[in-house]
Every structure is written in C-alpha cells, then in structure tokens.
C-alpha cells in the first residue's frame, strides 16, 4: 500500500472501508519495517511533547529570541477565562490562544514538535489540545488522528512543499492548516472525502501567503498566522462536514500552491525582506535587533 | 508523466511529518541545519579544530534570527535537535578552541536553504554541501565537490576510494552477504582511474555485521566513514 496523491488516499480508505490514519499506519508499517504498536506509541509521545509546550506555553510567558512577542498566548486565554464565554466559541477561542501558546514555546527556543514545520508548529496542537479538553474527544483517538495529519502532510510535501523558503508561508502554515482540518473530520466521525475535502478548502484559504518574517525571526507574523489559522482548520473541517463543495480538487489545489510558490520572488520567502519584514516598522525592528549593517 | 506514476520521493515517514522534537525556531534553520552540520562531523569522524560555514538564500539572510549559527555549530558538536545546550553551543565551541567562521556565499545554482560547511581536525578534513528542505528533512548533496543524494534518516556509508574494476560488485556483494538492503546508492569519480566516492543508504539498523562486512573489502579504499541516523 502507498500514495503520493489526496486522491489515492481517499480510495485505498474507503475500498477497504478504513480511516485515513489507518492507511497511514499500514503504509508506515511496510515502509519502516516495525511493528503498529510501536508506530503509534511514539506517535502518542510527539502528543505528549505537543501538549506539554501548550501548557507550557499558556502559563508562562516566555522571552522570545529576538524580543518581538511574548505574552499574546496568556492575554487572550485570562480574558476568556475572566468573561467565560467568547466570540468565536470555547473551542476556538482555546485553539487560537493553546497555538500561539507553542509558537511562544518556540520563539523562546523551547522544546516543540515540528507539524510540519516549527514555524507553523502551533496549529495542530492548538487545536488537538483544545478538543481534547472539551472532553467529548479519547486520548487515544486523538493519537490516531496525528497519522491522518501526517498522511495529508506527506501528500503535501511530496507533492509540492512543505518550507518556506521554497514555498512561502502557504507551503509551512498553510499545510499545518489543512493537516489540521483533516484530523479534525476524522476526530469529529467524518468520511475519508470529507477529510480531503477540508484540505482543499483549508489550502484554498492560505494559497498565496507570503513568509515574511520580520528581522529573519520566527516570531511576527508566525504567531499571528498559528493563532488565526488555528480557527480556519477548525472552519475548514466544518465546512467540509457540512458538505461545502470544495470545487478545485484537493490535489489540484496542492498543485496550484506549488506553481504560486514557484511565482514568489525570493524577498517573500523566508528571507526577511520583502512583505511586514520589508515595512518601515519591520527594517526599524530589524536594525534594533540584529544591529545595523548586515543582518 | 501520469500523475500517479510512481517516483522518488523526499518525505517517507509520519515521523518526517509528525516530527521532529526539536529546540525551536525553526525546523529548516535551526533542526535541518543542526543535521546537516551532525553528518559533516560524522564524516570529519571528530571534533574538529576548525570549521567554516558557508550560507546561501534564506540560510545566508536569517541565519541569526533564526539561530541557524548556534544549531550548525550544535551539529559540529554532536548534538541532537531537541538537546537543551543548542542555544549556547557558540559558547561551548568557543570553550572548546574550535574556531568557527560564517561566511555568505551566492547560492544561485541551490536550493533556497543550502549551506557548505569546510571542516579539519588539523590532519583530515571534509567539505560537504547540504540542503534543508523544510520540516527538518535535509539531503547531503555533496561531500569533497562528489555529488551524493544522503537524507540522514538511515545508516549511510561513505567511501573514498581509487576507481578500480569491480569495486562496486565488491562492496554490494559483501553488503548482500549479511543480508543488507540497499535504499539509495551514489557513485562519482574524478576520471577514470582516479579518486572516486560512493555513498551507500542502507534500510534497517547499523548492525556489527555490516560494519564488519566492509572492513577491509577492497584494497582500493583509501577511507571509510559510517554515519548513523541524525
């Protein structure tokens, strides 16, 4: 058993009336030589290690390397607590503050998952932790649900790109999104298709996004972008469960974001100039920081 | 091309995905960086006494935001991507008398994330290339100026040796003799008869049987470097 495409995906899940993490536990199996069980219990300990920079992440505010952000994770998660209700929802409101949380974790170089990338490494714990804290979701089911984020991963990455410098933020952020959303349909009793079907919608949102780090740093925008796209997976899934039609196949989309990534100038992909980098605030911060010649 | 034709691919495991645990920011320009510098120790075989980076694209212009230099130098020093001391491996190379130079470098014919690190240990050195290509997946893409494909996820074998008839049949014959599969395999000379690499991918574990297997497998081999997974 194996895939490259969303599409192959779908057909190996439904032909055998199987989940996509289980296709994806099979496919690991084969491929690494080792038995199920090892697979998924190191598979809970990446959660292990995910949740812990959540929590780490919401109760402390950490120092950022370069200084830009700190604090953003706990601000949103007290005043929810203190009002006991929020705009967006509990669960959405928990996802976007627990993603920025580990975005926090990150910039202070703490201990993360890359998922896929540390700087889009927010996302899936974000809004995994947040389910699992409802208490309507198993640990265990949500364990399983990180091979489907990781099946939809490999199908991205293989395909078109999964960093930034290559790719731009759709390529880091935008694939954490659509793993996300993916995990989500599973986690929520959805259908294969309809797990696919959040990936095209949840890419469809991020095509075109720039990785424009103000200073080179893994800080502004990546923070702002975890916490947000934390709430557009969620949407995504929802969209997709609902039966919103994703019209531009999902591998047609993971195509379009590799062709549009293709199109970035360098200056917009990873390199700290071009985009917020490039703004008047962003060159004042980045000769504040790195000092005035060079970087 | 059909576009579900099989083809080689870069990403092979959840973990690749799903992974890895790592100190932050960044899994291309601290993790993948730090596994590119852990293999060129590998392959140095030790500490070395000196060691110069070469940064090119995206490496060249956010290496300091992005702690790019601490993670190369933490992977000089054997470090693994989640180890605590990666933000202070400067200091601890410095402590170490190991002088460490970052230079930029156009890297128009790379990918955006490439980095050529030169090292010596006073007697020996080595000269790789290495690329990052997201979510701290890399590819070794060239050691001494030979092109190599090696991702650092399996046990690898590099050889250094004088172009000869039959050494390859050799060296596949003594690697199939302990029942060793082999994932990827690269050979390059610099002409016929004269210095020559081959750089060997295995499936499986490091096992003593195959390091034995390669020991003394032909007279041709000037060195031998094993590196095990970063």
Avoid at chain 1, 117 to 129: F, K, W
Avoid at chain 2, 78 to 99: E, H, N
Avoid at chain 2, 145 to 168: E, N, Q, T, Y
Wanted: glycine share 12%; charged share 20%; hydrophobic share 45%.
């Amino acid at each position: 058993m194996s895939f490259t495409q969303l599409t192959e995906l779908v057909v190996l899940a439904e032909g055998r009336q199987l989940k996509i993490s289980d296709v994806m536990l099979a496919v690991e199996v084969e491929e690494q030589g080792c038995r199920a069980e090892d697979i998924q219990e190191r598979m809970a300990h990446q959660f292990t290690v995910m949740e812990a920079a959540v929590r780490r992440g919401i109760s402390e505010v950490l120092p950022s390397r370069g200084g830009l952000i700190g604090g953003d994770a706990q601000r949103l998660w007290s005043r929810f607590q203190k009002n006991g209700s929020s705009l967006v929802g509990a669960v959405a409101t928990s996802a976007m503050a627990f993603a920025m949380a580990v975005s926090e974790v990150n910039a202070s170089m703490g201990i993360i998952v890359a998922t896929p990338t540390a700087g889009a490494a927010g996302i899936l714990p974000g809004v995994l932790v947040a389910l699992l804290d409802t208490g309507q979701y198993s640990r265990a089911a949500i364990n399983q649900s990180l091979l489907t984020a990781a099946a939809i991963g490999l199908a991205i990455a293989n395909s078109s790109s999964i960093s930034g410098a290559a790719g731009g933020c759709q390529a880091e952020v935008g694939s954490a999104t659509a793993m996300t959303a993916a995990a989500v349909v599973e986690l929520c009793g959805g259908t294969p298709q309809e797990a696919v079907d959040a990936v095209g919608l949840a890419l469809t949102n991020s095509l075109g996004l720039v990785c424009d780090p103000v200073a080179g740093l893994v800080e502004v925008p990546c923070i702002y972008r975890n916490g947000l796209h934390a709430i557009t997976a969620l949407a995504a899934a929802e969209c997709a469960m609902a039966g919103v039609h994703n019209i531009i196949p999902a591998d047609e989309v993971v195509g379009a974001m590799y062709d549009i990534g293709n199109a970035m100038p360098a200056s917009l992909r990873e390199t700290g100039i071009g985009g917020l980098a490039g703004t008047p605030t962003g060159r004042r911060l980045r000769r504040e920081i790195l000092g005035g010649v060079e970087q | 091309m059909r576009p579900n034709m099989p083809r080689p691919v870069k990403y092979h495991s959840a973990f690749d995905i799903i992974g890895p645990v790592m100190v932050g920011p960044s899994s291309s320009h601290t993790a993948g960086a730090l596994r590119i510098a852990r293999m060129a120790r590998k392959l140095l075989g030790q500490d070395p006494t000196a060691v110069v980076f070469e940064l090119m694209g995206s490496f060249a212009e956010t290496y300091r935001g992005h702690g790019t230099d601490q993670a190369l130098t933490a992977g000089i020093l054997g470090f693994a991507t989640d180890d605590s001391r990666i933000p202070r491996a400067l200091d601890m190379a410095k402590a170490l008398g190991i002088s460490v130079v970052f230079t930029k470098v156009s890297g128009a014919l790379y990918h955006p994330n490439t980095v050529r690190i030169k090292l010596t240990d006073g007697v020996d050195d080595v000269d790789i290339v290495g690329t990052s290509l997201g979510g701290g997946k890399i590819e070794l893409i060239e050691i001494d100026a030979f092109p190599v494909h090696l991702s650092g996820d399996r046990p690898a074998v590099v050889l250094w040796h004088k172009d000869r008839a039959g050494f390859l049949a050799a060296v596949l014959a003594a690697v199939a003799n302990v029942g060793v599969n082999v994932g990827q395999l690269s050979l390059e000379r610099s002409r016929k008869d004269g210095d020559a690499l081959v750089a060997i991918e295995f499936d499986g574990a490091c096992t003593v049987e195959l390091l034995d297997a390669l020991d003394g497998v032909h007279q041709a081999v000037q060195k031998i470097r094993w590196i095990k997974p970063v």
